[in-house]
């Protein structure tokens, strides 16, 4: 999936809520074990809340203690973009929506199987579609 230049960081700013812009255009974190999707349970997709890109299914989704949501896989191969991330004096890699190229979380070798992987994510990043096909 190439990159879309969707928006301005104007009209990001426009769409997007303070946090919201905060969060996904700026790259913040929300404080752990505040998100809406934190505990969340339904079946469900989850899209990218700045874009509506398909991001996660609520089958891959755990409970991880970390305080975010996490999940073991992305929805699709390229729904999610990873880049590796030296800031706050850690090295990180990050996740991207696919699409839209907005902050979603980082991503870490510590999840469940049959991954291993954890996509650690902010809920407001995030937009939940109950029983949603994609
Ligand atoms: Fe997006």
């Not at 426009?14 to 934190?38: K, M, Q």
């Not at 999610?80 to 991207?96: L, N, Q």
Request: include cysteine; hydrophobic fraction near 25%; proline fraction near 6%.
């Amino acid at each position: 999936m190439t990159r879309e230049t969707i928006h301005t960081d104007e009209e990001w700013a426009r769409i997007l809520t303070p946090e919201e812009y905060r969060v996904l255009r700026d790259a913040g974190t929300e404080p752990p074990f505040t998100g809406e999707y934190v505990d969340l349970d339904a079946h469900g997709i989850y899209r990218c809340r700045a874009c509506g890109n398909a991001l996660f299914d609520s089958k891959t989704k755990y409970h991880s203690g970390s305080g975010w949501p996490s999940f073991w896989e992305p929805i699709t191969p390229d729904a999610v973009e990873e880049v590796t991330d030296v800031s706050h004096g850690m090295k990180r890699t990050e996740i991207r929506c696919g699409k839209c190229g907005s902050h979603l979380g980082h991503v870490f070798e510590d999840g469940p199987q049959p991954t291993g992987t954890r996509y650690c994510t902010n809920s407001i990043s995030l937009d939940f579609h109950e029983n949603a096909a994609e």
